[in-house]
């Protein structure tokens, strides 16, 4: 079963638009939560990450938005630009003990129109 | 220098043969990690290794097998490869298996590994 559900499966805004991509989790021993940016023929990147003490996280244009208590996490990209366009994946780690092995959600298509 | 490299980026193989994907990280980093990312670009961890030593093991078939010489390498050889094994195979590292800071859990991947299986 997908233990990390995410959603939109792809996502299309104007240049300057603010998309918003949302996931969802079950297992409360969650303690991670990174968003990774991955463009066409490469890896995936770190983008931002969040632990669930805190409610929001700012890195320049990304915002992490977390509800511990809805088990919800969002992405919020900022004044978006073409540049942008990538898929994006959000993902959760239960920690140490579980050699902090990144259970993925299904992943976002963004596309930033110019 | 590129931090996490993978070779071959292609490879295009019959059914039936035995392949191995090489991976080497010069990060310093404890830990090595091959995903598969199929067609659907769903990621899913298949191992991890820290200091050579097998951690995760998700329910992969044993014609995979990983094999790690020293902390800066992770292979990944699959014997008797089947048409459902194309994918795209990355390899990843991070500094350290756990602890407190949320940079330890930072992994980095490689450019990945396109597997063609026909």
């Known amino acids: 079963q997908q233990q990390v559900k995410q959603s939109p499966q792809s996502l299309i805004v104007q240049k300057g638009g603010i998309p918003i991509i949302n996931c969802a989790y079950e297992?409360?021993?969650?303690?991670?939560f990174p968003w990774y940016q991955q463009f066409p023929g490469k890896g995936p990147a770190l983008l931002i990450a969040i632990r669930p003490d805190v409610s929001e996280k700012k890195e320049g244009r990304f915002t992490i938005s977390f509800n511990k208590s809805a088990k919800q996490f969002s992405l919020h990209i900022m004044d978006s630009q073409p540049g942008d366009s990538a898929t994006y994946f959000c993902?959760?780690?239960?920690?140490?003990?579980?050699?902090?092995?990144?259970?993925f959600g299904a992943g976002t298509i963004l596309r930033v129109k110019s | 220098d590129t931090a996490v490299s993978q070779t071959p980026k292609y490879l295009v193989t019959q059914m039936g043969n035995d392949k191995s994907i090489k991976c080497e990280q010069n990060l310093g980093h404890d830990t090595m990690y091959w995903y598969k990312q199929d067609s659907k670009k769903f990621l899913k961890i298949m191992f991890s290794y820290n200091n050579k030593e097998l951690i995760i093991n998700e329910t992969v078939p044993n014609r995979f097998s990983p094999k790690s010489p020293d902390k800066a390498h992770l292979n990944l050889h699959i014997n008797s490869l089947e048409l459902g094994d194309s994918a795209v195979y990355f390899c990843?590292?991070?500094?350290?298996?756990?602890?407190?800071?949320?940079?330890?859990?930072?992994?980095?991947f490689g450019a990945g590994t396109r597997l063609s299986v026909l």
């Open positions: 990843a590292s991070s500094p350290d298996r756990g602890g407190s800071g949320v940079a330890k859990n930072i992994q980095y």
């Open positions: 993902a959760a780690s239960k920690g140490k003990e579980y050699g902090n092995k990144l259970v």
């Open positions: 297992n409360t021993a969650f303690d991670y």
